[in-house]
């Protein structure tokens, strides 16, 4: 059974950080994708940043210049650094891995960015 824990978030000032992780059960993360999204109330699920199995990120122009992907394949787990912090960085962030037609998600974790 996969399994998916994201962990991390929390409250925070805006300008502040966060790192928010994955961990990963069940699977072997090595030839996924794997990426971040995030939900805000009453909006729809949007993508943060994706890595792929070499390595290669992608960031969503939101995220560009503030948030680091990585991912550790020793640990089977994913990370996203987030660095200055607005309140519009607020939402539920949720961990998700994919690979053909296996497309597997966290149950997500609480980001509020508030002074």
């Known amino acids: 059974q996969v399994q998916l824990v994201e962990s991390g978030g929390g409250l925070v000032q805006p300008g502040g950080s966060l790192r928010l992780s994955c961990a990963a059960s069940g699977i072997i993360l090595r030839p996924y994708v794997m990426g971040w999204y995030r939900q805000a109330p009453g909006k729809q699920r949007d993508v943060v940043a994706t890595?792929?199995?070499?390595?290669?990120?992608y960031y969503s122009d939101s995220a560009k210049g503030r948030f680091t992907i990585s991912r550790d394949n020793t640990k089977n787990a994913m990370y996203l650094q987030m660095n200055s912090l607005k309140p519009e960085d607020t939402a539920v962030y949720y961990c998700?891995?994919?690979?053909?037609?296996?497309?597997?998600w966290g149950q997500g974790t609480q980001v509020t960015v508030s002074a």
């Open positions: 890595i792929t199995s070499d390595g290669s990120a």
């Open positions: 998700n891995v994919k690979r053909f037609t296996s497309n597997y």
